[in-house]
């Protein structure tokens, strides 16, 4: 089957000279399309439950949610193992699940149970899934700070920003004096105007938000003042649940237009919620100012973050399942820069970590790695043949060949990493090159010597093809050889499987897309050139 192959490339070298530059040419419009990590992602196919429960303790919380989510998790189509952990009001379980199933299957099916269990759950227990991310899917962290007075923040007494005595003025009009009002008020920049845009980027699967204090307005009830006025907690939180809503009253047809009738009474303020009422004694007005204290408070957290010493509010973006980190994690900080022009004045978001900077040092490594092994391949290959023409020849098949190689990793899913492409052999790849440019350039010098004269057109190609062909046995079992040496990694699975299987994939790829480069391209140039 070989013979033929051979003859048909040296007798319409041309035709697979420009199939070649097509394939290479479409090669490199996969590389460009082509995932890039800096490692490859060994995170099994796992689907996270949150249940959120304040009231309850570790022991409780085990007993009363986390047990129940886990017998109603059991038996899940694919599900291979199930672990769990509680801790004070908070638990998480993670599903993990068999490689061949989807992860939105996987999803849809843990949402159906937790479905049924969630009527059995205490009162006031929250549970829902996790972001569609991986372990290494933290890709961008940004930190939301203020910028220092006259350092991009100019002071403008009376404006939105930085005022003459120190405190900060919000658009809104509130006064910021104490360190702790300025971190309550960067943590709702935070959650109300970067994570939601920040989610909206292609390819997130979810935004997050650490550290700072999230900004409550809090009623602290007197329970003497209370039981003064004959009233209870349960009428202070009723009274301010039924001020703080809006009612339709249908509309109101007048001259033939319709007027829309309704009542406005959602709370915007402090002052608003402290004129609440309450009861009413002797037809006086109770207000809630009158029981209680109310103010802008915080509320109660597990953790922070610190940023060389002091405390800061961050974010961090999570990619999606799947997705290429390199371009997600540009988009990222493209977004950030953009959200930098909507923040209040004096504000600012700075990128921390971008996966960007890993996989572009990673691509580096590599590519310095790949062009020195180039150079020095070729430089061998002419010291060995002697022949610049037939280094360049066999040389070729190098780039070819990743180009191939490309074409093949995208259309296998594998992403381009350190693992993976620095396993490539450049030697293993002009293996079959060499030994066919290296015969076929004897014989056409010993026929040339011993006619004494240049070759004909019809001699020329001749002998290209039997010197090709005397070189199919070695090219053969050589190249069958190195393959079977990698075919037990593809037998891995869990990590081993994730870390080594796409190395021996792309390798695969490389040796035989440079052995069918051997058998058709190397003869149709040796035969032209």
Do not use: C
């Amino acid at each position: 089957m070989i013979r033929p192959i051979l003859a048909f490339s040296v007798a319409n070298r041309y035709a697979v000279i420009l199939v070649t530059l097509i394939a290479t040419a479409f090669g490199a419009w996969s590389l460009a399309r082509l995932p890039i990590d800096a490692v490859p992602d060994v995170t099994n196919n796992q689907v996270q439950v949150n249940a959120i429960a304040p009231a309850l303790t570790p022991v409780e919380i085990e007993k009363q949610v986390t047990v129940l989510v886990e017998r109603a998790l059991a038996g899940t189509p694919g599900l291979e193992s199930l672990r769990s952990f509680s801790r004070n009001g908070f638990a998480q379980l993670t599903a993990v699940f068999s490689d061949k199933v989807d992860v939105y299957f996987a999803r849809q099916q843990v949402n159906e149970r937790l479905g049924e269990v969630r009527n059995t759950l205490p009162p006031g227990v929250e549970v829902r899934l996790g972001p569609i991310s991986t372990g290494l899917g933290e890709i961008y962290w940004w930190a939301v700070e203020y910028q220092a007075a006259g350092d991009g923040a100019p002071v403008r007494d009376g404006l939105p920003g930085w005022q003459s005595d120190g405190s900060y003025l919000t658009p809104e009009g509130e006064r910021l004096r104490s360190d702790f009002e300025r971190t309550v008020y960067l943590r709702t920049v935070q959650d109300w105007i970067i994570r939601p845009q920040m989610k909206s980027v292609p390819g997130v699967a979810g935004a997050d938000a650490i550290g700072g204090f999230v900004k409550e307005y809090q009623v602290k009830p007197d329970p003497m003042k209370l039981v003064g006025y004959g009233l209870g907690f349960a009428d202070l939180t009723r009274a301010i649940g039924a001020n703080n809503v809006t009612r339709g009253a249908n509309y109101v047809e007048r001259n033939g237009e319709g007027y829309v009738v309704r009542a406005r009474g959602l709370i915007e303020n402090v002052d608003q919620i402290r004129d609440v009422v309450v009861a009413t004694r002797a037809g006086i007005p109770i207000l809630v100012r009158d029981v209680a204290e109310v103010g802008i408070g915080r509320e109660l957290r597990t953790g922070s973050a610190s940023e060389n010493g002091r405390e800061v509010v961050l974010g961090t973006a999570l990619m999606l399942i799947g997705e290429n980190s390199r371009t997600v994690s540009a988009a990222a900080d493209a977004k950030i820069k953009e959200i930098n022009k909507l923040l209040p004045p004096g504000i600012q978001a700075r990128t921390l970590l971008s996966r960007t900077d890993l996989v572009d040092a990673t691509v580096r490594t590599v590519s310095r790695n790949l062009a020195e092994g180039a150079l020095l391949v070729v430089a061998v290959l002419f010291l060995a043949l002697g022949n610049i023409r037939a280094a360049i020849i066999t040389a070729l098949v190098i780039p070819i060949a990743m180009m191939l190689t490309a074409t093949g990793m995208l259309a296998g899913r594998i992403s381009a990493n350190l693992m993976s492409l620095g396993a490539l052999d450049f030697g293993l790849i002009v293996d079959g090159a060499v030994i066919i440019a290296e015969n076929s350039l004897r014989h056409l010098a010993e026929r040339q010597h011993a006619l004494g004269r240049k070759l004909s057109l019809d001699e020329r190609l001749e002998t290209v093809r039997v010197s090709a062909e005397e070189m199919i046995k070695p090219s053969v079992y050589g190249q069958a050889i190195i393959i079977l040496v990698y075919v037990p990694l593809l037998t891995f699975t869990g990590v081993e499987g994730k870390t080594f299987a796409p190395m021996a994939l792309t390798v695969l790829i490389a040796l035989v897309a440079a052995f069918v480069l051997s058998l058709t391209f190397v003869p149709a140039m040796v035969a032209t050139f």
